[in-house]
T-cell receptor, first 113, second 115 residues
Framework: QKEVEQDPGPLSVPEGAIVSLNCTYS??????FMWYRQYSRKGPELLMY????GNKEDGRFTAQVDKSSKYISLFIRDSQPSDSATYLC?????????????FGKGTHLIIQP | DSGVTQTPKHLITATGQRVTLRCSPR?????VYWYQQSLDQGLQFLIQ???????AKGNILERFSAQQFPDLHSELNLSSLELGDSALYFC??????????????FGPGTRLLVL
């Protein structure tokens, strides 16, 4: 069983829709949860950072962590074509990734104009 | 632009060869991390250096080695290259040791193709 599972997609939705992206994990020691966005042929860019369980909102983006279910989500409201990218969840038990981050394989998201 | 620079952008080489990838962290960052991204394995942590010292190791092969120099730039050396080493190699940096709520900033990557 892989440590972090993420549906690779592609996930295609119309512009303006609410997008839900998810990851499940098996390591209960994970406490720090991140979402990165990666455009084609570019490096990952941090979108959201959450410590432990709960919700965090930043503009059109909301991150949710449910440690009891070992499940994290990223919601994108009012999706735009510029949101088309691969979204990677990442996790760590030691914070910013002192021992490296553990990533999901990424979900490829397409927002149709 | 994350402030992390990587050279070269692309590298094409043959099996059995050795290559060196270079990374300059963001100004003020002391930690450098190396990751490998392939289609089948996703993004995998290789190794971390903090202020010149190796701090953590991930799934790094014995044929691979890295170091961080006094000016904090880092190099990843890949030797006896195999076809399966073809991948994107990313460098990331963070301000401290990586503990707590510290962000890793990723560079644009080096695309390695082994023929």
């Amino acid at each position: 069983q892989k440590e972090v599972e993420q549906d690779p997609g592609p996930l295609s939705v119309p512009e303006g829709a609410i997008v839900s992206l998810n990851c499940t994990y098996s390591n209960s020691a994970f406490q720090y949860f991140m979402w990165y966005r990666q455009y084609s042929r570019k490096g990952p860019e941090l979108l959201m950072y959450t410590y432990s369980s709960g919700n965090k909102e930043d503009g059109r983006f909301t991150a949710q962590v449910d440690k009891s279910s070992k499940y994290i989500s990223l919601f994108i409201r009012d999706s735009q074509p510029s949101d088309s990218a691969t979204y990677l969840c990442a996790m760590s038990d030691t914070g910013g990734g002192a021992d490296g981050l553990t990533f999901g394989k990424g979900t490829h998201l397409i927002i149709q104009p | 632009d994350s402030g992390v620079t990587q050279t070269p952008k692309h590298l094409i080489t043959a099996t059995g060869q050795r290559v060196t990838l270079r990374c300059s962290p963001r100004s003020g960052d002391l930690s450098v991390y190396w990751y490998q991204q392939s289609l089948d394995q996703g993004l995998q942590f290789l190794i971390q250096y903090y202020n010149g010292e190796e701090r953590a190791k991930g799934n790094i092969l014995e044929r691979f080695s890295a170091q961080q120099f006094p000016d904090l730039h880092s190099e990843l050396n890949l030797s006896s290259l195999e076809l399966g080493d073809s991948a994107l190699y990313f460098c990331a940096s963070s301000v401290g040791t990586g503990r707590g709520e510290e962000t890793q900033y990723f560079g644009p990557g080096t695309r390695l193709l082994v023929l």
